[in-house]
């Protein structure tokens, strides 16, 4: 399979949303599911960590592509479906503009395709696919690739946010972008707000904060001030968790009823967790997840207590 014909398999997102979801079908709560969140798979940081080059390094992804594939592998083995599988950004790991950059997205796309045509696959962006600093050119070309870098859908009555992180971290280069999504957030929130949904939930690559929303700045959090008032955002409209990567390790904690997950990744590790993808079941009165190791999902599946959750009424 060519990379065209691999980047032509997953719909992407346009328009704001994901049409793999017909917003008229899947406003209504038609009882518990699950879906499956990953994060950076990266592909290249794994040679540029170890030989300690993360701006320039990069040139070999091998692994990368060996534990992507065993998790697009994993999933498909699920029984009964996921609802989707959403990768909470840093798909690659070569800056826009940088090298290996096209090589590492083609890989990526064709370990992808491989994914069930029947499991929709959400898109979100990542400092490395847009820039620390995203301009409009970078966001463009992360749209032409991925598909849009913020957008909503509706999945069996549950709203889903998809957040451009980046627009909150350095917006300096591409302000009126920010802008925007910042006034499409605020429509999408008046939605959420009247509770015209069992749940809504929000999907970005940075988190807002690793455990508490008090805790310094750090590269791997949004600062104190823009943190707050997107949590406080998120929350008066009823948001019920935030997922998100990033930080290449499991973290999170809560503010207030919101629950920040902060999920490790599918590629390099910077801590003492496992490669992996984060299993969350959607119930009519809570959101229930839990982190599996690549391993554990391959050969064991999803434990009895969680499959019992969805057959709740």
Known sequence: MSAAEAGGVFRRARGRTLDAFPSEKEREWKGPFYFIQGADPQFGLMKAWSTGNCD??????????????????????????????????????????????????????????????????????????????PTPETVAEFQRTWGDDYFSFWVGGVLCLVLNSQFWYDASRCPALKQAQDQWLDQQLSVAGQRECQHAVVFQHIPLFLQSIDEDDDYFNLTKSVRREVADKLVRAGVTAVFSGHYHRNAGGTYQNLDMVVSSAIGCQLGQDTHGLRVVVVTAEKIVHRYYSLDELSEKGIEDDLMGLMKEK
């Not at 609802?83 to 940088?98: K, S």
């Not at 090589?103 to 979100?124: H, K």
């Open 56 to 133: 320039s390094g990069g040139d070999e992804w091998g692994q990368e592509i060996r534990l992507t594939e065993q998790a697009v592998q994993a999933v498909n083995k699920l029984k009964p479906r996921p609802r989707f599988f959403v990768l909470c950004g840093d798909l690659i790991h070569a800056m826009p503009g940088t090298p290996w950059r096209k090589e590492q997205t083609a890989d990526l796309q064709q370990v992808l395709a491989r994914l069930d045509s029947d499991i929709p696959l959400v898109l979100v962006s990542g400092n490395h696919d847009l820039g620390n600093a």
